[in-house]
């Protein structure tokens, strides 16, 4: 069965500063990745995905992740927070087939810090 | 072009009250999924259509029932609301091979 971890429910950075936020994942099979944003009292909205491509993937507004297999990590960077980055971000797992689930992690909360 | 559209936005319900939120997409897809999202808890699958005329439970299912109406509709009925059930509500449809997942902007549901 696969799921997602996502280490700290909240951290908290500096405008500016580096962004890391963790997911770790389990699945028996190659496994498609995800993170996705929502910022307060909206949807859920894509920010990247891994499909098995290219290992490092670029999403918006400057984020991005790299697929380690040996770690079994999706982790999400940004090398400089802005003040709009502040929102919940979830990372989700599925696999490739019609019949699979999309399974998300419980969230992260960045906030920024002037 | 909508892609998923939820129904309603916001929705305040007496214990024991019954309602269903509809969910519709214009995007052709095949499968369509309802989730709740709770505080600290992610989003959690409640029930899973994966085609027109199949639904499965998720991993919340209880208290819930779903119908898939057509190719572009599946909707989530509460038959007597209770309190555990306030969250809000996302209804999404993932496109082909799951290689992503679009979804609605959610229904707000308050049980009192």
């Known amino acids: 069965a696969q799921s997602v971890t996502q280490l700290g429910s909240h951290v908290s950075v500096s405008e500016g500063a580096l962004v890391l936020l963790r997911c770790n994942y389990s699945s028996s099979v190659p496994p498609y990745l995800f993170w996705y944003v929502q910022y307060p009292n909206q949807g859920l909205q894509l920010l990247l995905k891994y499909t098995s491509a290219a290992t490092l993937v670029k999403g918006i507004n400057g984020f991005e992740a790299e697929f380690k297999k040996s770690e079994t990590s999706f982790h999400l960077t940004k090398p400089s927070a802005h003040m709009s980055d502040a929102a919940e971000y979830f990372c989700?797992?599925?696999?490739?087939?019609?019949?699979?689930?999309?399974?998300f992690g419980s969230g992260t909360r960045l906030s920024i810090r002037p | 072009n909508a892609g998923v559209t939820q129904t309603p936005k916001f929705q305040v319900l007496k214990t024991g009250q019954s309602m269903t939120l509809q969910c519709a997409q214009d995007?052709?897809?095949?499968?369509m999924y309802w989730y709740r999202q709770d505080p600290g808890m992610g989003l959690r699958l409640i029930y899973y259509s994966a085609s027109e005329g199949t639904t499965d439970k998720g991993e919340v299912p209880n208290g819930y029932n779903v119908s898939r109406l057509n190719k572009r509709e599946f909707s989530l009925r509460l038959e007597s609301a209770a309190p555990s059930q306030t969250s809000v509500y996302f209804c999404a449809t993932p496109g082909t091979y799951n290689t992503e997942a679009f979804f609605g902007q959610g229904t707000r549901l308050t049980v009192v």
């Open positions: 989700a797992v599925s696999e490739y087939s019609s019949a699979s689930k999309i399974i």
């Open positions: 995007m052709n897809h095949n499968s």
